[in-house]
């Protein structure tokens, strides 16, 4: 199938999903980490507007590249050291892997005063894996607060990638934790509006759970093709 086809696909899933459960606020973010930009002018072609990237440079140049075009959203959903917190701050429009301070503080001092203030997810390591990036769902509101005050950014939600589980129960039990966590963020903060969780597997579940933003990658573009460098550096 054509990228088109699969974007109207998924969306026409995503919508489904969403009226079972009575809303209609979930958002589709294409994960087009790795795939070209040929790939992605064929999807903002058939009307996608926010695409995902986990590598600060290839995400930088694809942002240059589609510079021209308007209303696009540009998300960095990978693990951020400090060193490359410059180039998040001055070229994309969200951020959905704060998980310290300090990152957030570099960002919001790094923000260019004539953009929108960054838009900012603190990620949750709901699952407890080590492999995974976030906090523990207990830090939460401290980092929150800390954040909320911060000039430069705006705190919008949470974002998490739960353990895979095959099994719909067993995604629920991650999911609904997060939709709680979502909740007492609510309570405590002005525009919370946004529960990043749900990918191609557990996408109908994390929708049942709350989640107002779905990350899908090869369901749209197909198998990722990594680069040689990439697939060294990570054997090293």
């Known amino acids: 199938m054509s990228i088109s086809e699969n974007l109207a696909r998924i969306s026409q899933q995503i919508q489904q999903f969403a009226q079972q459960t009575g809303r209609d606020n979930v958002r589709l973010l294409a994960v087009s980490k790795t795939k070209p930009v040929e790939m992605i002018e064929q999807a903002i072609y058939a009307g996608q507007r926010a695409f995902g990237e986990n590598y600060v440079q290839e995400g930088v140049e694809k942002i240059a590249y589609f510079a021209k075009t308007p209303d696009l959203e540009w998300h ?12 998040v701050a001055e070229h994309f429009d969200w951020i959905q ?27 949750i390591n709901i699952s407890d894996e080590d492999s995974k990036s976030g906090i523990a769902p207990e830090q939460m509101l401290s980092l929150a607060k800390q954040i909320y005050q911060l000039p430069h950014l705006r705190l919008r939600g949470l974002m998490a990638i739960p353990k895979p589980e095959s099994d719909p129960q067993q995604q629920k039990i991650a999911l609904s934790k997060m939709q709680q966590l979502f909740d007492r963020l609510q309570a405590e903060f002005d525009g919370i509006d946004t529960l990043s969780m749900g990918m191609s597997d557990d996408m109908q579940s994390a929708i049942e759970c709350g989640s107002t933003m779905v990350r899908i990658g090869t369901a749209i573009f197909g198998t990722r093709d990594y680069p040689t460098k990439n697939l060294a550096n990570s054997a090293a």
């Open 97 to 123: 892997t704060v998980d310290r301070l300090k990152i957030a503080e570099r960002l919001s001092v790094q923000r260019p005063v004539d953009k929108a203030p960054l838009n900012v997810l603190i990620q």
């Open 76 to 87: 960095f959903i990978g693990p951020l050291q400090s060193n490359k917190t410059r180039l």
